[in-house]
């Protein structure tokens, strides 16, 4: 009896707190400060982004540095975010995420076959995901190369992806 007398405010607080909203709101930022789905520790992505096959030809080079590992589509955008020279666009694909459709200001094109491939600098493979699946990692390099399907090699038919 006499320790329930101690703790009678614990039962007034518990009263109060569903009927005041603002009261609830410090536990549920703590919820879900940092939560990001896949995400890992912290990694360095560098991009190259080429184009060889049309004037004017142009290539650059972007590096994301300190951000959680997660799907690359992330780190585009923190590359477009803090560089203004850095630029994409996408479009949606049910099931699959996006598919990079301009680099820099440079279209891909169906009607011309081409497309921006993208090319894992370490390995020198095709990733095999999109930029909403795949997750690169520590330090890797990925290079956009603007590219034509109807070029004699390589073409759609002996690439390793498709
Ligand atoms: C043809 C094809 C391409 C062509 C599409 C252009 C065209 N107009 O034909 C080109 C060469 C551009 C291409 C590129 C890529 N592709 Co592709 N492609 C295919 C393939 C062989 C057939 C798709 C198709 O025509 N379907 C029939 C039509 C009627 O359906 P659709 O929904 O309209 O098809 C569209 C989408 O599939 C889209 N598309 C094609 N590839 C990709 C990749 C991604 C990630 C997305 C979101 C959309 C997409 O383009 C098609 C035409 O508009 C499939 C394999 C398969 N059998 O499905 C792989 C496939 C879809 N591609 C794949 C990949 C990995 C890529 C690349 C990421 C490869 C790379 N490392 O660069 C790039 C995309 C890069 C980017 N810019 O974002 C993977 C996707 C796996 C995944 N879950 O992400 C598949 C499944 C091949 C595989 N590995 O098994 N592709």
Redesign the pocket.
Known sequence: MHRLFQVWWLGVVLAVLPLCDTCWRPIQVAMTKGSCGVCGDNIQVSFTVRNKLQVPYFESRHTVSDLPQRELIHFLERAAESNSQFSFT????Q???????RMNGLA?S?PKKT?????SSSSGE?????????IPKNKESITFDFTS?AAPAPT?ANTS??
């Open positions: 996408v479009d949606y694909h099931g699959m995420g996006y598919f990079i459709t891909a169906a497309f921006w491939k993208m090319i095709m990733l095999p995901l999109g930029v909403s699946q795949y399907w759609l992806a498709h």
